[in-house]
C-alpha cells in the first residue's frame, strides 16, 4: 500500500482521518489561499485542495496525498476563520436565522503518477435565531476562532442550529469522509 500523506496542519482533519484507522504522515504546505478573479467557490475549494495535495507531493514523490479546503458562504459572503472574539461575534451574528452552506474541497492525489480525483461536498446549515448574548456566550465557551464559520458543530455549536441538510457530516469538520473513502478505494486502498 502507498503512503497516505494529508497534506494540512488542522487538527480538526487529522482527528477526522484517524476515524479510517490508517496510517498516514502529516505536513502542512504552504500555499497561497487568495481566491482568483472571477473563481466561484466550487473551483476555489477544488484548486486549494489539490494545489495543497500536489505541493506536498513535491516532498512524497511516491505517495497517495489528501488535500482539503473548506470556506462558509453566507449568501455570496465567504466567512473564514475569525481569528478573533469579535470577528466570530460579528459572523455569527450575520448568520443568525440564516441558512449558509459549507464548501469542503477534497483531493486525493497519486503522486507516484499525478493523477487526482476532486470534489466538492456542499453542506447547509440554517442557524436558530440567536440573541446577541447567546451568540457571546457561545463563542466565549467553545472559542471557535479557527474555524471557517465561527463554529465547532461537533461540540457547543450544535446548539446554533436549527436544520442540517447534506450528504456527509464530515464536511462540516473539513474532510468529508464518505467521499474520501470512495477515492482511496479507487487507488486500491480498502479501509474496511
Known amino acids: 500500500m502507498a503512503k497516505i500523506i494529508l497534506a494540512s496542519s488542522s487538527t480538526y482533519r487529522r482527528s477526522l482521518l484517524n476515524r479510517l484507522k490508517l496510517e498516514f504522515t502529516c505536513v502542512s504546505p504552504e500555499i497561497d489561499e487568495s481566491p482568483l478573479v472571477s473563481e466561484t467557490a466550487d473551483q476555489l475549494v477544488k484548486r ?39 470577528n466570530a461575534i460579528q459572523q455569527l451574528t450575520l448568520a443568525s436565522g440564516k441558512t449558509i452552506t459549507l464548501l ?10 499525478d493523477n487526482f480525483q476532486l470534489d466538492a461536498i456542499h453542506y447547509e ?18 472559542q471557535p476562532l479557527d474555524c471557517a464559520g465561527s463554529f465547532k458543530w461537533e461540540a457547543l ?8 441538510r447534506g450528504d456527509d457530516v464530515t464536511s462540516l469538520e473539513g474532510l468529508p469522509l464518505i467521499r474520501l473513502t ?4 479507487k487507488e486500491g486502498v480498502h479501509v474496511l
Do not use: W
Not at 104 to 113: A, E, I, K, Q
Not at 125 to 142: F, G, M, N, W
Not at 157 to 164: T, Y
Open 157 to 164: 455549536g450544535i446548539a446554533l442550529f436549527k436544520q442540517m
Open 48 to 86: 486549494l485542495s489539490l494545489a495543497k495535495a500536489r505541493k506536498a507531493g513535491l516532498l512524497f514523490p511516491d505517495a497517495l496525498i489528501i488535500g482539503s479546503d473548506q470556506i462558509v458562504m453566507q449568501a455570496s459572503n465567504i466567512l473564514g476563520k475569525p481569528g478573533s472574539v469579535e
Open 125 to 142: 446549515v440554517t442557524l436558530r435565531d440567536l440573541s446577541a448574548a447567546q451568540i457571546e456566550r457561545y463563542v466565549l465557551k467553545d
Open 104 to 113: 469542503t474541497g477534497v483531493c486525493l492525489y497519486n503522486s507516484s503518477n
Open 182 to 185: 470512495s477515492m482511496l478505494e
